[in-house]
């Protein structure tokens, strides 16, 4: 969301006259996206608006400093009294304010700060904006979270759940097609209660179905809350082909008892007869999700059962994390935390057993056709190329000769798999030249 967000900043400023530059030197302005889900970012932030302390000094005050996104809407005025070089805070719900702030702090030198609550009525989304890709683009469905798991604070900083007007949503989509998007990400903090709010039912199947028929190569979505995947959504991803093969569930934790702690309102059992209902209709399906461990009262039972779910659940990927106290949920404060040595053993054997089960899937692919959409060169070798398949695995082949990467980006072609890594494929190109078709 934050990606998304980013590229409705820097569409509004573009639409008040300023430009892009390549160098933090030469910014007049230098914006800062924030997120706080984890302490981690927190620093992050700090370390990196200080580093610009004495480029600021240097320049006469330039550039003017804005924080936004999560951390703005969370600390507000308490953010300058912390770092008195910030010059502009704002929130979640006011991207579209940051222009006349910045104008304002860089005309008046004083710093400005405006944090709205969610009874604001703006979505990011119907903002103008500057993709970073001419072929993938987000497409938020809502903002905002009613689910209040306990070790989570968005929905205190993004807002209570708020659904984007189904046609509204299907006619961002068709101009996206119609500008040559190849993929589209449908993006929501829980996307299968899409539209509960407006029309009083969840309509993310619905929407699902609208989109897919408006003709998209590709069409993908995160995140999804386990207790509200329904079997018609279900039945709907497995319905359309140009629905990813690939779905982002995250379980948490394995432990139904923490997961009641979490509040997340499944248990271990259910989320495993789920995965097997998806795999039911959807046999290849590639399945990620988020691990939580350390939290409050994890016991090693507790820990091994998240080992089982990952064991059993045969994820191509999963994003881990140690948890991490926000101050203000309840998590916060309960008792039975866990201390940093215990999570971090935790940790290290769930990556590894992360690492084996990626690698299992990886292999699973070997000696079959992907699909692939190229995205441009590797960073780390100028000829091979990369792209993702349709599970989103990531594939790596080499840059046929006589051919550059901008030919091959945005292009989907097939690629015959033969190596497998853990966090990508390799194979070769059925086709070496993007213009013969
Ligand atoms: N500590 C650790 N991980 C967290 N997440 C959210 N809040 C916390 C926290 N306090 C993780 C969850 C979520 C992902 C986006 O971040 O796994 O799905
Ligand atoms: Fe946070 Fe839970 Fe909402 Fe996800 S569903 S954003 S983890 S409160």
Redesign the pocket.
């Known amino acids: 969301m934050n990606k998304h967000d980013s590229e409705r900043i820097a569409g509004l400023l573009q639409q008040h006259g300023m430009e892009p530059v390549d160098e933090v030197g030469a910014a007049d302005a230098v914006i800062f996206m924030t997120c706080c889900?984890?302490e981690k970012a927190d620093v992050r932030l700090f370390g990196q608006v200080s580093s610009l302390k004495t480029l600021k000094k240097r320049n006469r005050g330039l550039p003017i400093i804005a924080v936004g996104g999560c951390i703005g809407q969370r600390d507000g005025e308490k953010l300058i009294e912390q770092i008195p070089h910030i010059d502009v805070v704002f929130g979640t719900h006011n991207i579209s304010s940051l222009p006349e702030l910045i104008e304002r702090a860089y005309n008046e030198s004083i710093t400005q700060v405006e944090i709205l609550d969610d009874s604001v009525d703006e979505f990011s989304a119907d903002l103008p904006s500057v993709p970073e890709s001419s072929f993938h683009a987000w497409l938020p469905i809502t903002t905002g979270c009613n689910n209040y798991?306990t070790?989570?604070?968005?929905p205190y900083v993004r807002g209570k759940e708020k659904s984007r007007m189904l046609e509204t949503i299907v006619d961002d989509a068709k101009q996206m097609v119609d500008a040559g998007v190849k993929e589209i990400t449908l993006l929501g903090q829980n996307v299968n209660s899409y539209g509960r709010d407006l029309y009083g039912e969840p309509r993310f199947a619905d929407l699902l179905d609208k989109i897919a028929l408006g003709g998209i190569s590709r069409l993908g979505f995160a995140?999804s809350h386990p207790k509200d995947l329904n079997d018609d959504t279900i039945a709907m991803m497995a319905r359309h082909d140009n629905i990813l093969d690939y779905l982002h569930l995250?379980v948490?934790s394995g432990s139904t008892a923490i997961l009641e702690a979490m509040n997340r309102r499944y248990s271990k059992e259910q989320y495993l007869e789920l995965i097997d209902r998806v795999r039911e209709v959807m046999p290849g399906i590639a399945l990620s999700t988020?691990?939580?461990v350390g939290f409050p009262g994890e016991s090693e039972d507790d820990f091994e059962d998240t080992l089982e779910v990952v064991r059993a659940a045969q994820f191509s990927s999963a994003?881990t994390?140690?948890?991490?106290?926000?101050e203000g949920?309840p998590?916060a404060t309960l008792e039975g935390q866990v201390p940093d040595a215990v999570s971090q053993r935790r940790f290290e054997r769930l990556v590894d057993e992360v690492q084996a089960q990626a690698l299992e899937f990886s292999r699973s692919l070997r000696g079959t056709k992907a699909s692939v959409l190229f995205e441009g060169i590797s960073k780390r070798d100028e000829n091979v190329l990369v792209g993702r398949d349709r599970h989103n695995k990531v594939v790596h082949v080499v840059l046929p000769e006589h051919t550059s990467a901008e030919q091959w980006e945005g292009f989907e072609t097939e690629v015959a798999i033969t190596g497998a890594h853990t966090w990508y494929i390799t194979g070769e190109l059925s086709q070496t030249d993007p213009e013969e078709n």
């Open positions: 889900v984890r798991c070790y989570c604070v968005v995140t995250p948490q988020d691990i939580i994003f994390f140690i948890y991490s106290p926000r949920t998590a």
